[in-house]
């Protein structure tokens, strides 16, 4: 499956966004594209995920990404891939998803499954501009796309119960942009935003199932580690 933006794997296409204003200008266009009004694959049917994520060595310019697929039932790896690419954007907050974005395409165009699901380290609808890194993916490859984030940004919420499957609404305002989910009891909760074609609560759900044994999904430590063990092999 192919989801490269240039024919020079991990490198941004000749039209790629180089100034703050032309990205949001892509983000006011993509945006209108995201599919926010389908529920997305049931959690616990039999399909394939996969988890992706980035490292960057700012020294050199250099961005590694990784996509790990598991099978979602028993969280083994199916699959994995990585691509190791230029910076292809400056630093701005709100438009990480431009410095990410054709090295994450090039490794997800490396595996020779299907996702039923991708998992972005990130956010998606819980982004200032909502189009953060899960939503931008998930409209450039078609795929059902979700975030699980570590923080919850700039939005509020108050504390989930303490059980694992506790949540409450992440908010911008009034407006409910993501869940704070305690995946573990105790634990500080993660945030997940839909991205595209998926609804909350089903990514609720999978990251409850993909977080079976740790407070971060198994596709996004799996992907972090294999991120860095590249980013490492290209020093």
Request: hydrophobic share 40%; glycine share 10%; aromatic share 6%.
């Amino acid at each position: 499956m192919t989801y490269a933006t240039t024919d020079n794997p991990g490198c941004p296409p000749p039209d790629w966004p180089t100034t703050e204003a032309a990205a949001r200008a892509v983000q006011d266009e993509l945006r209108g594209r995201v599919i926010l009004d389908e529920p997305g694959p049931e959690p616990g049917a039999p399909l394939t995920v996969v988890g992706v994520d980035v490292a960057y060595d700012d020294e050199r310019d250099v961005v590694a990404a990784a996509a790990v697929a598991l099978d979602a039932g028993t969280l083994d790896v199916v699959e994995e891939a990585t691509a190791v690419g230029r910076v292809s954007f400056p630093y701005v907050p709100g438009l990480l998803a431009f410095r990410e974005i054709p090295t994450v395409l090039d490794a997800l165009g490396r595996l020779s499954v299907t996702p039923g699901l991708v998992v972005c380290d990130g956010y998606g609808l819980a982004h200032p501009r909502r189009f953060g890194l899960a939503s931008h993916l998930g409209v450039l490859t078609g795929l059902p796309t979700m975030g699980v984030a570590k923080n919850p940004f700039t939005f509020r919420h108050e504390a989930p119960g303490p059980l694992r499957g506790d949540s409450s609404p992440l908010l911008d305002g009034d407006e409910e942009v993501g869940r704070a989910l305690r995946t573990r009891a105790g634990v500080k909760p993660v945030f997940v935003s839909v991205g595209h074609r998926v609804g909350l609560d089903h990514a609720c759900a999978f990251a409850l199932r993909l977080a079976r044994d740790f407070r971060l999904p198994e596709t996004t430590r799996a992907a972090d580690a294999l991120c860095r063990g590249a980013l490492r092999a290209a020093s």
